[in-house]
């Protein structure tokens, strides 16, 4: 059994945890909140072993071998640096880190800790339905670019409006929509196109000085990928892959719920797979297996092609919000 502790008590945590019991390969070893009550709360709701208000503590825990970060993402970096240098394995939200200088410092504390692993917890990429669309992608005679879209309204947004600033919408913690939203279809971007060789961005700022919403052009160059994503609206575009006469449909770039493949404008064919019980299984049921046989060929080619995808996110997100004039606290630690 991995031994798990966790960073953070709101719902995607909670969500993580259901998913690593459904995967049968973990044991909730300790759960951490700034809040002791909290994070009894969290623990009895979910039989954790511990409960820690103090970081240090939860990487201590005896035969701890994964943490979970679900903090606001400027925190990620040092939760991470630290479990990584007591090899500790990092399970870690996306964005997973806010610039490329972080990145590069996480790169260099796996190199010198190998037992330890990274992972990105970018759900959408491990599902059955992105393979589908990987695997039609992969049939079409040509392909002429994409148009992605992510758009939901964030009930925090209503705080916003109220005067307020919650995490997510502060540059702070290094939120606005670009990070939360926006991260889902440049991963699909990434990962079905790759780097792409030039970006532009165009956000829509709001009073806590994040993007609420934003445009994106991500260059390859025989072709674009136009990205749309936002939290102060609501979109429900599909978003779409071109080849020739082919169209590759998906009902959004960060769900994936429904995907299919059109024909010459013909009926669509539907390609989805059986709905998921849990949106984060089969990511968690990904990682449970490579660190359960590390060592076995295509886990090592696994692994490395999702750190991969999480240094080129990284850079791409970065780009994007050096084309947009969008700067961090974090980036002032370069
Ligand atoms: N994969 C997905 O579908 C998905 C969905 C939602 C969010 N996320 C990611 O999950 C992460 C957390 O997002 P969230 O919306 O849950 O964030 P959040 O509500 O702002 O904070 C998450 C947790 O961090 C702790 N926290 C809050 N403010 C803090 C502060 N000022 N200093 C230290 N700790 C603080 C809180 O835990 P305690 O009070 O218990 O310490 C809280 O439960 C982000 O990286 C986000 O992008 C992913």
Redesign the pocket.
């Known amino acids: 059994m991995l031994r798990l502790g966790t960073v ?3 719902w ?2 909670q969500q993580l945890v259901e998913a690593a019991a459904m995967a049968g390969s973990f044991e909730l070893a300790g759960v951490y ?3 002791a009550d ?2 009894q709360a969290f623990a009895d709701k979910n039989h954790a072993e511990r409960v820690v208000t103090d970081y240090q503590e939860l990487l201590a825990i005896d035969g701890l071998n994964v943490v979970y970060l ?4 400027s ?2 970096f040092d939760q991470a640096l630290q479990a990584i240098r007591q090899d500790i394995t990092v399970i870690v ?3 997973a880190f806010s610039n490329p200088q972080e990145m590069a410092a996480i790169m260099a504390a796996l190199a010198d800790h190998p037992q330890a692993k990274l992972f990105e ?1 970018a ?1 959408h990429v491990h599902t059955p339905n992105f393979h589908a669309v990987a695997r039609a992608l992969g049939g079409l005679p040509a392909v002429q670019g994409a148009s992605l879209t992510y758009m939901k309204y964030s009930s925090r947004y209503d705080q916003v409006l109220a005067g307020g600033a ?3 919408f502060t540059r702070e ?1 290094s939120g606005g929509a670009l990070q ?1 939203l926006g991260v889902y279809p440049v991963y699909l971007a990434v990962a079905l196109f790759g780097v792409p060789a030039h970006v532009a961005y165009f956000p829509t700022l709001i009073q806590t000085g994040v993007d609420g919403k934003g445009v994106a052009v991500l260059r390859y160059g025989a072709y674009d990928v136009t990205v749309n994503f936002g939290k102060t609206s609501n979109s429900a575009a599909p978003s779409e892959i071109y080849g020739l006469k082919e169209t590759i449909e998906m009902d959004s770039a960060g769900e994936l719920t429904r995907v299919g493949l059109r024909q010459d404008g013909t009926e669509l064919t539907d390609l989805s797979a059986q709905p998921l019980k849990n ?1 984060m299984l089969p990511e968690v049921q990904d990682f449970a297996r490579v660190l359960h046989a590390p060592a076995e060929k295509t886990n090592i080619a696994d692994y490395h092609r999702w750190l991969h995808w999480t240094q080129q996110v990284n850079q791409v997100l970065y780009g994007l919000r050096v084309a947009g004039n969008l700067r961090f606290p974090a980036d002032d630690h370069e």
Request: hydrophobic share 25%.
């Open positions: 953070g008590t709101g995607i945590t909140s700034r809040r909290k994070a679900a903090s606001p993402n925190l990620h939200e996306k964005p917890a759900r919650p995490n997510v913690f939360d949106p």
